[in-house]
């Protein structure tokens, strides 16, 4: 049986327990004695299960590192996508030579595609967040002589 936790808060909860239970500003200690960034009101929060932002980069990686959880499962549980490898180490060796108006255009390209990307995610949870409920109401565009209407649902 696969023991990995799922969820951000069990990440947390399995770092605080390699660490001797430590929590709060006494964990985010320990990350930053391991070079590790975590902020104590971040991951306190996370404990307590009222953790609703978006965790850096850093706050992931701390929280991999300290649990033992590998950081691919940590962006799982987070709902992140795993970054890739940095962009600038994959640009041409060239790239330097680029005029500052060629600059200009594709860090303004490169902040569209980062603004798009959080719509699509924001989009994705609301989705995800409006399928889980169980309010599913009938919605009539025209009536249905077959359906009398003592069989409509009444309105809330």
Do not use: C, W
Request: hydrophobic share 35%; net charge negative.
């Amino acid at each position: 049986m696969d023991s990995t936790p799922k969820t951000l808060k069990e990440i947390a909860q399995a770092a605080s327990d390699n660490n001797g239970g430590a929590r709060g500003r006494q964990l985010g200690r320990i990350a930053e004695r391991s070079g590790l960034t975590l902020s104590y009101t971040t991951v306190d929060k996370i404990l307590a299960g009222t953790y609703t932002s978006r965790p850096s980069r850093k706050t992931l990686e701390a929280l991999a590192k300290l649990s033992g959880v590998p950081v691919a499962d940590v962006y799982r549980a987070a709902k992140e996508e795993l970054p890739q490898a940095r962009l600038a180490d994959q640009l041409p060796p060239d790239v330097d030579n680029l005029t500052p108006e060629q600059r200009k255009v594709i860090i303004d390209i490169a902040r569209v595609f980062l603004k798009e990307n959080r719509t699509i995610h924001q989009l994705e949870s609301e989705l995800a967040d409006s399928t889980t409920r169980d309010d599913y109401r009938l919605a009539a565009r025209e009536p249905d002589n077959e359906i009398g209407l003592d069989q409509l649902p009444e309105e809330p």
